[in-house]
């Protein structure tokens, strides 16, 4: 007995087409989590209620990877597939390649989750199903060859640091106004002075005025500066 959970699954990501290129087919993943006491299922998939109507669920009943396909299963090489090959062609060997390897990392109880997990290679120590990882050397010394490779290439550099230019210095005009730099080009900008106005009551109305030129405003529901009234010419209200 295994020590993962042999629920043979699959799911929307492994889909693969027949040979016309049309009609799909899936690829064959598994659980894989640990199992109690040599069980072939985990305490999960014990407790999931079996149907045979939704492929890419994991109540769906595709057997265990290590028993034949159910007929019910669209996974390859069951019988369902076997039938529709004569209808819809024989997939490209590409196709049949991936999903023998898909196949081969199922039953050594690693999960596929998409076609990208069946083109990585299988783990040495993921199982003793997989023949060709446990006749692989271990050891870990380098060949002359990988030696030689290793001495040709050339050391890592370390990026290059491009100085950045020194900033020019900003030229001070006089106080009576501000620049703004362009290039070599100073534009003189006037030096906005603020209004200073007192509050006067015209006619017994309240009004903000202006010291300087006698301009009147009005006084907004806040309290603050509204629009121009007129000029203020004595008592007598000039208007704007």
Request: aromatic share 6%; charged share 20%.
């Given at each position: ?96 390649d991936l999903a ?62 491009q100085e950045l ?76």
């Amino acid at each position: 007995m295994t020590s993962w959970c042999q629920k043979r699954i699959t799911n929307a990501g492994l889909r693969v087409q027949f040979g016309n290129e049309t009609q799909l087919f899936f690829l064959e993943s598994v659980c894989g989590k640990p199992v109690e006491d040599n069980e072939p299922l985990c305490t999960y998939c014990r407790t999931l209620a079996p149907q045979t109507r939704v492929q890419v669920t994991m109540t769906f009943q595709h057997g265990l990877v290590t028993e034949p396909y159910t007929k019910e299963s669209h996974i390859f090489d069951s019988p369902w597939y076997h039938e529709k090959v004569k209808a819809y062609g024989a997939p490209p060997q590409s196709i049949l390649d991936l999903a023998m390897e898909a196949q081969r990392r199922a039953r050594a109880g690693i999960k596929n989750n998409s076609l990208a997990d069946c083109l990585l290679p299988l783990s040495k120590s993921s199982s003793s199903l997989c023949t060709d990882a446990t006749n692989d050397s271990t050891d870990t010394k380098s060949s002359p060859k990988q030696a030689s490779r290793k001495k040709s290439q050339k050391p890592n550099q370390s990026p290059t640091i491009q100085e950045l230019p020194t900033p020019k210095p900003i030229r001070v005009l006089p106080s009576s106004c501000t620049c703004i730099e362009s290039t070599d080009t100073m534009i003189p900008i006037k030096t906005i002075q603020r209004k200073t106005l007192k509050s006067i009551m015209v006619q017994s109305i309240r009004y903000w005025m202006d010291d300087e030129t006698n301009h009147l405003y009005s006084v907004s529901s806040t309290g603050k500066r509204g629009q121009l009234v007129g000029i203020l010419d004595d008592d007598t209200i000039i208007p704007a």
